[in-house]
């Protein structure tokens, strides 16, 4: 019986491999157009996909990044200034990649942008706090993929969104984690309604990796200046200790970032160029072994490891766990 069923998972899984290895033809006539290319993910699939011959659309927050990158790539590779959270430079970036594509649609649209900041304990943050990381990782991503979607149902292509692990478990405070559930969410709803327009949509779930959002110094800034606006009351009710040791907790998670981006590139990769790609991938060992576990077993027990490790406030109530 148990020898069956290990012969029906290797040929399952044996199916699975052969599948996922085919690629799909004329990689080096499609465009793809790829959100965040300043740094971190973005900014590696860019030169990632030109190195293997795609058209490569990089969109960059500034224009020394695009001018970076242009001098890192091939001449294969544009580059053009898009602000997901201004709808004008969303509608002006449509306009330029429809010229640029023509009547073959745009194949990919990586949707990479990204801002972590500010974040603290939600007790700390103010509603512009929530509204500026969700207008970036949200709205933004859901006006630039609505702008898109006619150009990328045309070349029957991929929509492949960054969320993160923090998208299916949620352990810090501020509009990272509700923005990353929220893509997931809008990801989900989008790839049934695409599946008859023969568009493909792709969930990266990447763990903790060290990026540009995860600089120490300015995380350590982040932390302090939210810290000292705090009204005497909460900082009393938190108490000293706690804000030292949640720095130092931030610091220790920062130490545990993986360096090697290309373990998240690659998955993009795949979602792009794979003739079946995967509706999910998650990205580094933190997200495949710790935290999606984690994020399947009962809320409880979830909380209970999770708090193992957060700090306790000043004035707690005593017999609290
Ligand atoms: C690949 O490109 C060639 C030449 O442009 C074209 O004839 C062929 O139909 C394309 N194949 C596919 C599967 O699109
Ligand atoms: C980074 O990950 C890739 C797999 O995506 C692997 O091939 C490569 O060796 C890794 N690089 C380092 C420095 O660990």
Known sequence: MWLYLAVLVGLYLLRRWYL???????????????????????????RQLDARGL??????????????????????????????????SIAAA?????GQVGDRGLWGLVNNAGI?????????LCKEDFVRVLNVNLVGLVEVTLSFLPLVRRAGGRV??????????????????????????????????????????SIIEPGYFST????????KDNFQCIWERLSDETRASY??????????????????????????TDCM????????????????????????????????WADAVLAWSYPKPAQRVQDAP
């Not at 972590?116 to 700390?124: M, Y």
């Not at 540009?212 to 995380?219: K, R, S, W």
Request: proline share 4%; hydrophobic share 45%.
């Open 116 to 124: 972590a900041l500010p974040t603290a304990p939600n007790e700390w």
């Open 20 to 46: 996922e290895r085919q690629r799909v033809p004329n990689l080096t006539e499609k465009y793809v157009l790829i959100t965040g290319c300043d740094s971190g993910f973005g900014n590696l699939l860019a």
């Open 269 to 300: 990769e795949h979602a792009l160029t794979s003739r079946y790609p995967r509706a999910r991938y998650s990205a580094g060992w933190d997200a495949k072994l710790l935290y999606l576990p984690l994020s399947y077993l009962p809320s409880a």
């Open 94 to 98: 449509t306009a330029w990649v429809k």
């Open 160 to 201: 492949v969104n960054v969320a993160s692990i923090m998208g299916r478990l949620a352990f810090f405070g501020g509009g990272y984690c509700p923005s990353k559930y929220g893509v997931e969410a809008f990801s989900d709803s989008l790839r049934l309604e695409m599946r008859h327009f023969g568009v493909k949509v």
């Open 239 to 264: 108490g000293e200790a706690y804000f030292k040791s949640f720095l130092k907790l931030t610091q220790e998670l920062l130490k545990m970032c993986s360096s090697n981006l290309s373990l998240v």
């Open 55 to 88: 058209r490569v659309l990089a969109a960059c927050l500034t224009e020394s990044g695009a001018a970076q990158l242009r001098a890192a790539a091939s001449s294969r590779l544009q580059t053009l200034v898009l602000d997901v959270t201004s709808s004008q």
């Open 212 to 219: 540009a959002i995860t600089n120490a110094q300015i995380l």
